[in-house]
């Protein structure tokens, strides 16, 4: 048996033509043969274009094995047993309980909760207002090319949620030792191994379905039970105490715990819960616009004379700044790289937008939100202040056009307060209406926005593009409302075997981060139940 010397090495770098040479570039750092080295597992890549004048770099974190110990050890490089990774508690075996947990919802928090409840041999009942992913699309091309919409089937609902379904971004910025646990379930079930390390992971519109199809199919081998096109009307409570749903058809699923996972957009699951006295309160979300340029464009500004290098992926971008009076926020969201602008609407007579890439992202537009922090102060002091704000401005934008076509506008119209004589070809289904984007927000929000532009523009030269366009309106980027629950148990904090989770719970923003909080949902419950 062969002995094995374990390392890792930090913010190793290497050209981005040299991506190839990883293996012989690192033997040569650690001046060894390349017969010593015996296995490399690259932990983190990042894309390093600050020097791009110079060259474009991968910053890498490698852990590696030798067959002989380093004779001399470069200060980037430690023995892995001196490396404390963080543990996270496992899922206990000595489960006591008896009736079925409902999960309501299956975006990824319900998507998570329900695998790490299967793999301690529960099986749960999956109810989804939504279709299953094939289905789903189906409504949505209604949608984008018919202007059908389907309330209960659409960017917002449906199999995989929101997010799981448009674009796949993969980036958190939550410390947790449960990212990886995450990425390694989706590449089980047919992700790319890629997302391991990238520093920025991403599956893509059109890999998802696959993804999802294969959870879904695992699921219900291991005996979880699914009910798709079921929307629940009612949580029956008893005593404060949770005893089952009932659902639009009229049929009652008796259950002694009922886990939410519904999502930032399910505001009839908001209405009911303030019904039945669940505590909940209001919380900061961010509205705006999405931005639309050239992705030429971006490459160029971030990679320099390398722009059109073949080995380079699609550039990105992050854009951020603060009113020094407020301290209140204008930034970019949820950058989509050669990506398109699509309908999210899931409300009749409203236009919401959103961005998604395919995995490939080799479109020839690029996109993201620049939205306004809307902090609770600027709204009335009541709990749905920033629904019925969301609802307002999502009906007025349909209104602009009296269609769901998007009213937009030309950045620079935008700063000149006059309506575009002509639009930019577009991504987004099913059209663009030329309108003043002005007269879309109050007017804090329209100077907020017109302020960063010019911020965005120091910082991003060309950010003003001269095919650069405004769509309106993002508002959908989180919920305004927050579930309010202990936080050792995630239990509603006055409604027995009510656990709200993610986006829809205001505890979560993103596929990861919910990813994670359906595990420890799952957890947490399966302690309670347990003799520990």
Not at 95 to 102: A, D, E, N
């Amino acid at each position: 048996m062969v002995n094995k010397f374990s390392y890792i090495v930090d913010n190793f770098r290497i050209g981005f033509e040299d991506k190839e040479r990883l293996n012989e570039l690192l033997c040569e750092y650690l001046s060894i043969e390349k017969e010593v080295l015996v296995e490399l597992t690259v932990l983190k890549e990042s894309l390093d274009a600050r020097q791009h004048k110079i060259n474009i770099f991968y910053q890498h974190r490698i852990r590696f094995n030798l067959t002989t110990p380093l004779k001399e050890k470069p200060k980037n490089v430690s023995e892995v047993d001196q490396i404390q990774l963080p543990n996270e508690e496992g899922v206990p075996t000595n489960f006591k309980k008896h009736k079925r947990p409902l999960v309501v919802g299956y975006g990824p928090a319900g998507m998570f909760l329900a695998f790490t409840l299967i793999e301690a041999g529960i099986k749960p009942i999956i109810i989804e207002k939504g279709q299953t992913g094939v289905e789903r699309q189906k409504s949505i091309n209604q949608l984008w090319k018919n202007s059908i919409l389907d309330e209960n089937s659409n960017v917002q609902f449906g199999e995989g949620g929101a997010g799981f379904f448009s674009d796949g971004k993969l980036g958190t910025r939550v410390k947790s030792s449960l990212i990886q646990d995450v990425y390694k379930i989706f590449v089980r079930f047919g992700a790319k191994e890629e997302i391991l390390y990238q520093s920025k992971p991403h599956l893509g519109t059109d890999k998802l379905r696959i993804i999802l199809k294969s959870f879904r199919t695992y699921l219900i081998e291991q005996g979880a039970t699914f009910q798709f096109q079921k929307t629940v009307e009612k949580i029956k409570l008893k005593n404060k105490r949770v005893i089952g749903v009932t659902l639009d058809d009229g049929a009652f699923i008796e259950a002694d715990d009922v886990f939410l996972c519904t999502g930032h957009s399910c505001r009839d699951i908001y209405r009911m819960l303030h019904a039945n006295n669940v505590s909940m309160e209001s919380k900061e979300f961010a509205v705006g616009f999405r931005v639309e340029h050239p992705q030429e464009f971006i490459n160029k500004s971030q990679f320099g004379h390398f722009f059109d290098n073949s080995l380079l992926p699609a550039a990105d971008y992050k854009l951020t700044t603060q009113s020094k009076k407020s301290k209140q926020g204008v930034y970019s969201f949820c950058m989509c790289p050669g990506g398109m602008v699509v309908l999210a609407t899931s409300e009749k007579n409203k236009i919401v937008t959103n961005g998604m890439s395919l995995s490939h992202r080799d479109g020839k537009l690029a996109n993201a939100g620049i939205v306004v922090a809307v902090n609770k102060e600027f709204l009335e002091p009541d709990l749905f202040a920033g629904i019925r704000f969301q609802e307002e401005i999502e009906a007025k934008a349909y209104s602009m056009t009296n269609s769901y076509f998007a009213p937009a506008q030309r950045i620079q119209d935008f700063m000149d307060n006059q309506v575009s004589t002509d639009l930019p070809k577009s991504s987004f289904l099913p059209g663009l209406k030329s309108c003043n984007l002005r007269q879309l927000y109050p007017e804090w929000i329209t100077e907020k926005i017109l302020a960063a532009v010019k911020v965005f523009e120091e910082k991003f030269p060309g950010f003003i593009h001269a095919d650069g366009i405004f769509i309106a309106p993002e508002t959908r980027t989180s919920s305004p409302i927050k579930i309010l629950r202990n936080p050792e148990t995630y239990e509603s904090i006055n409604t027995i075997g009510l656990y709200p989770l993610g986006e829809g719970a205001g505890a979560s923003g993103g596929i990861t981060s919910s990813a994670i909080e359906g595990i420890h949902g799952a957890r947490k419950w399966i302690k309670k139940y347990s003799n520990i």
